[in-house]
């Protein structure tokens, strides 16, 4: 889809070692087909390692580190997966602020396979919808977020997916969120706020 986020900023926030190779370079390919200026985020400065499962693959270049990165700077965020890289971004008390400054915006935030360890950790997921590796899924609902079994879910700006396999109906689902911009259900408490008022009204 040419043209369809042209003049948008992406952050692909990753920790510098252990990303899911494919799940950093095919949505980010997407979007830069799209026309997104896409931005590599990482705690250190230099490098980040990605990997094919367990095995070493290729690295990328770090544009800017999380504790630089300012979230109004973006139109959206982009989270990979891999075991270790949610798993070592969850305890950068940074990294986490600024995923957490994405949902705090109500700006859309796409996130596969192990990433959402990293919105459990930021408190995003009470009261959401969302899919993941199955191992989170405890988490997850340990968090007050619902786990479904499902390719892609898109919940409120909010898209995720289970692993690679899901990869092309992830990245659909994420150009049509980032493209549609905010959204005021996801900011943390916005719809426990409605459901609220419907009550008392």
């Not at 982009?78 to 949610?86: E, I, Q, T």
Request: aromatic share 6%; hydrophobic share 40%; glycine share 8%.
């Amino acid at each position: 889809m040419p043209g369809k986020l042209d003049g948008k900023t992406v952050a692909i926030l990753v920790a510098n070692e252990g990303i899911e190779q494919v799940e950093l370079t095919e949505p980010r390919k997407a979007l830069e087909q799209a026309g997104a200026t896409v931005h590599l985020i990482a705690p250190e400065p230099g490098e980040a390692q990605a990997f094919n499962h367990l095995d070493k693959a290729d690295t990328f270049p770090v544009d800017k580190t999380a504790s630089d990165a300012d979230a109004s700077d973006y139109d959206a965020l982009m989270l990979p997966g891999g075991v270790a890289n949610p798993d070592t971004l969850r305890m950068d008390a940074e990294a986490v602020q600024l995923v957490r400054a994405f949902f705090d915006a109500g700006k859309p935030v796409a996130a596969i396979c192990h990433a959402p360890w990293t919105l459990v950790e930021a408190g995003v997921v009470k009261g959401r919808t969302l899919t993941s590796w199955p191992s989170l899924q405890t988490d997850i609902r340990n968090a007050g977020g619902t786990w479904v079994d499902e390719e892609v879910v898109v919940d409120e700006g909010l898209v995720t997916s289970r692993k690679p396999d899901d990869l092309e109906a992830f990245n659909d689902k994420m150009l049509e969120e980032f493209c549609e911009g905010r959204h005021e259900g996801q900011k943390p408490g916005q719809r426990f706020e409605k459901e609220g008022a419907k009550a008392t009204s």
